[in-house]
Structures are given as structure tokens and as C-alpha cells.
């Protein structure tokens, strides 16, 4: 039975967190000195060669600590964190490290809280830790008793290439990797070590075990730019287990809603190969298809057997007018939806860079959907803006820009 967080105050961890947020930079720089100066065994489960690496490793542990802060009554909670320690395997992580890091973390938290910090926050940080490193370990050992590897050894046997900034693999798993239509797996080559990002498997699974990944170039990335440019046929690459919550029952047959925007096509992808192949699939099933020009509106032969396979999908394709900015697309996007009636009935798939996920899922309860039927997996953002939460000094130095729900309300830019 996976620990659970009924002990723990939510308030307190909630407010000591909020004091703790707002000094996040100094935090997080203190966790890691802290950790690597007592801790120095655990300096090997982390890309120091890669420091741009260590950064986005710095904000996924705000971004995790966040997700849980956020979702402490969530029943879901112990469930995602089995999904977590599972997952973590592939950084060879054991049981003492998860103890150095905890260690770290109470640490840091108290060194930036000041008066915040008393035996009372103390004690709910150390509780709610515990149960934190329970479940994830509870996962690990889940999987390790089934029989699962830390990763999966996955043989390259094709590659597509659309245009320059994309490239469609194929890859062979060299034991069959069991994972649902529309998960996520972590991806990792020997040339890079440490270096893991996630990737959307592109398919339903197949009778022949091969999976697809579709790779887009991101600016001054290191494994996109390996895995577009340099990656070959015969080559090997890790794949980490595979997790995420954007997926459908089988059969599926309750009105469903599919928006994706550039390589987000590939969850959607696998999503709709599943919806085909277990039958005639929902009455009602609708398809938006972003991108940032037409010519990254790649893949289209897929597409055309797909709308054969399922006529009853209903498909948009929405690019930017001419001339104007690819996030333009987005602004297209959200006034389509708006257009469109029975939310309420619909489940949603959404996949696609984190500010269109994050805007469309703002939206769409507004326009009468339930929030629990709107699917998406929180993923790291790629590139181009901050990833955790500003502070107040950054904030006037780097002003968000708004989130628009109506782009009519939009002042002309
Ligand atoms: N399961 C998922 O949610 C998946 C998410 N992705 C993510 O999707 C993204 C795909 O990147 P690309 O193919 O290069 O897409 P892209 O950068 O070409 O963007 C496609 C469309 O998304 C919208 N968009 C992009 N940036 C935006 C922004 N800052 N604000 C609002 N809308 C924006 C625009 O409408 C744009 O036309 C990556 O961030 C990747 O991590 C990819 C696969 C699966």
C-alpha cells in the first residue's frame, strides 16, 4: 500500500512554500551545493558535463516540488510518484540517495525561510518528504519485482526526415517496452549521458514491438540536435519507462476531442491508431491540427488513412496567417474552439508546447468543458522562456505575456 500525505498539514506546507518560492534561484543553488559538499557520491547521478543540463535539472525539481505542493489532497498523488520512482531507475537512483537529497532540500528550504522556518514547518517538510521518497521507492521496487529494466535498449532501424528541423525514428526496443496510446517514455543517448528528455511514442502498440518518435529541432538543444542530424539507422538509444495520463479507455466511445500542435501530433497520433484499430470508435471525434507553417504540417499520408480508417473525425488544420508568427497559429486555434459547441460531452487530448497546453487548458472549461475529462501531461517547456515560477526581480526584468483567452481582446502587436 503506497504511503499517503493524510498526516502531513497542507497549510503549512503550503504557506512555508509560498516564503520558500519566492527566493526560489537562491534556493535551489543552496539544495544542489548542499547536496553535492555532504553528499559527494551523488554528483554522479547528475550531467555536470552538460551544464545547461544541470539547469533544466534545477527546474524540474521546482516544477516536481510544485506539482506536489499543488496536488497534496489529490488522490492521484502516491500514484504519480510510484510513476516518478519507477522512472527514476534510469538516473540508477537508490534508496540513500533519496535520503542525501531530502536531506538537502530541508536544508535549503530552512536556509532561505529565515523566521518562517520553526520546529513546526520542520517537522510537516520531514513528514511530507518521507511519504514523498516512500512512494517513489514504493514504485522502483513495484517495478523491479515485475521483472522491469531501469531502461530499455532500443535499436534505430528507420529514419524520416521532414524538412531540416524534424525527423521521424523508428526504433527496437531490444525487450518489448508495455506502454498505453498517447504515453510519454524518457530518451537518452550513450553519446550523451545523463542527458534524458521526453519523448510521445508515436504509435499504438504494434505487433513487431517498434515504437516511433517524432523529433523536432529545438534551438540550441543537445539531444534534438543529435537525434535529427546525427542519429542513424543501426544506432542505439535508451528509453526510459513509459508514463503519463493522456490516455483512453478501450473501447473509447464517449465524444472525444484531439488538439495538437507541431510534434504534439505524435501522442495524438498513437491515440487515433488505437481509436482505429479497436472499432467503428466514438460518434463524435474532432481533430485540431496546429502548426507553425504548412510545411510543418508534416505526416500527411498518416493523416489521409487515418480519416479513412475513422470517418467520422472531424478535422482542422490551423496554421498562422501569412507573414505572421507562429504562435499567431495558437491565437487561430483558440477562436476555432470557441466556435465549437458540446464541451461538456467531450474528453480532450491536448499535446503541444507547454504555453499552448497551458492557454488551451485555461480555455477550455470556459467554454463549458469538465476539467477532469481535459488530458495533457505536464512536460518540460523547450527553449524559450523561463520554466518555474518568476520571482518579483524577474518579473519586472522579464514582464510574461499575458494569457489571452479571447485573441479579439488581443491589443494589436
Ligand atoms: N505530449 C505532449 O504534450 C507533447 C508535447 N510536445 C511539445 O510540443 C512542442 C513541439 O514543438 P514544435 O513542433 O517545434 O512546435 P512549434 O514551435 O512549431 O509550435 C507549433 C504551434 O504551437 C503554438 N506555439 C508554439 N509556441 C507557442 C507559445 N510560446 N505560445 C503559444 N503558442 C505557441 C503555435 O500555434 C505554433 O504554431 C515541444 O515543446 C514539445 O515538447 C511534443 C510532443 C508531445
Redesign the pocket.
Known amino acids: 500500500m503506497l504511503p499517503t500525505f493524510a498526516t502531513v498539514d497542507p497549510d503549512i506546507l503550503r504557506t512555508s512554500f509560498a516564503v520558500v518560492e519566492r527566493r526560489a534561484e537562491f534556493a535551489v543553488k543552496y539544495f544542489y551545493s548542499y547536496l553535492f559538499w555532504h553528499h559527494p557520491g551523488v554528483r554522479a547521478l547528475f550531467p555536470l558535463d552538460f551544464p545547461e543540463d544541470m539547469e533544466r535539472q534545477r527546474d524540474r525539481l521546482f516544477a516536481a516540488l510544485t506539482h506536489v505542493v499543488a496536488r497534496l489532497e489529490d488522490p492521484g498523488l502516491p500514484g504519480y510518484l510510484g510513476e516518478l520512482g519507477r522512472d527514476h531507475r534510469k538516473y540508477l537512483a537508490e534508496p540513500e540517495h533519496y535520503t542525501a537529497v531530502g536531506e538537502s532540500l530541508l536544508a535549503a528550504f530552512a536556509a532561505v525561510s529565515g523566521s518562517a522556518w520553526n520546529a513546526e514547518v520542520e517537522k510537516a517538510w520531514g513528514e511530507a518528504y518521507t511519504a514523498v521518497a516512500d512512494a517513489m521507492l514504493e514504485g522502483a521496487r513495484q517495478a523491479e519485482s515485475d521483472g522491469e529494466p531501469p531502461w530499455w535498449e532500443a535499436e534505430v532501424t528507420g529514419r524520416v526526415r521532414h524538412g531540416d528541423s524534424l525527423a521521424v525514428l523508428t526504433l527496437r526496443p531490444h525487450r518489448p517496452l508495455p506502454y498505453t496510446a498517447g504515453q510519454?517514455v524518457g530518451v537518452c543517448s550513450p553519446r550523451l549521458p545523463g542527458v534524458w528528455r521526453p519523448y510521445?511514442l508515436a504509435n499504438a502498440p504494434r505487433s513487431d514491438h517498434t515504437v516511433d518518435l517524432h523529433v523536432?529541432l529545438v534551438e540550441d538543444g543537445v539531444l534534438s540536435d543529435l537525434l535529427v542530424r546525427r542519429t542513424r539507422e543501426g544506432d542505439t538509444l535508451r528509453l526510459g519507462a513509459p508514463g503519463g495520463r493522456?490516455t483512453l479507455g478501450t473501447p473509447a466511445e464517449d465524444p472525444v476531442t484531439f488538439i495538437a500542435?507541431?510534434?504534439?501530433w505524435?501522442?495524438v497520433k498513437a491515440l487515433l491508431e488505437q481509436l482505429a484499430a479497436d472499432g467503428p470508435g466514438p460518434a463524435e471525434a474532432r481533430l485540431f491540427l496546429?502548426?507553425?507553417d504548412i510545411a510543418?504540417l508534416y505526416d500527411r499520408a498518416a493523416l489521409g488513412d487515418l480519416r479513412t480508417r475513422l470517418p467520422q473525425l472531424d478535422v482542422t488544420a490551423i496554421t498562422?496567417a501569412p507573414g505572421r508568427p507562429?504562435?499567431q497559429?495558437?491565437e487561430r486555434?483558440l477562436t476555432a474552439l470557441g466556435n465549437r459547441a458540446n464541451w461538456a460531452r467531450h474528453t480532450v487530448c491536448l499535446?503541444?508546447?507547454?504555453?499552448?497546453?497551458d492557454?488551451v487548458a485555461e480555455l477550455l472549461p470556459l467554454l463549458g468543458a469538465d476539467p477532469g475529462r481535459i488530458l495533457?501531461?505536464p512536460?518540460p517547456p523547450?527553449g524559450?522562456g523561463p520554466a518555474r515560477p518568476l520571482g518579483p526581480g524577474e518579473w519586472l526584468l522579464h514582464r510574461p505575456r499575458p494569457h489571452w483567452h479571447r485573441p479579439s481582446a488581443r491589443a494589436p502587436d
Open positions: 510519454h510521445s523536432g493522456m500542435a507541431g510534434t504534439g505524435a501522442p496546429v502548426a507553425r510543418h498562422p507562429k504562435e497559429a495558437t486555434l499535446a503541444g508546447p507547454p504555453r499552448l497546453v492557454e495533457h501531461d512536460l523547450t524559450g
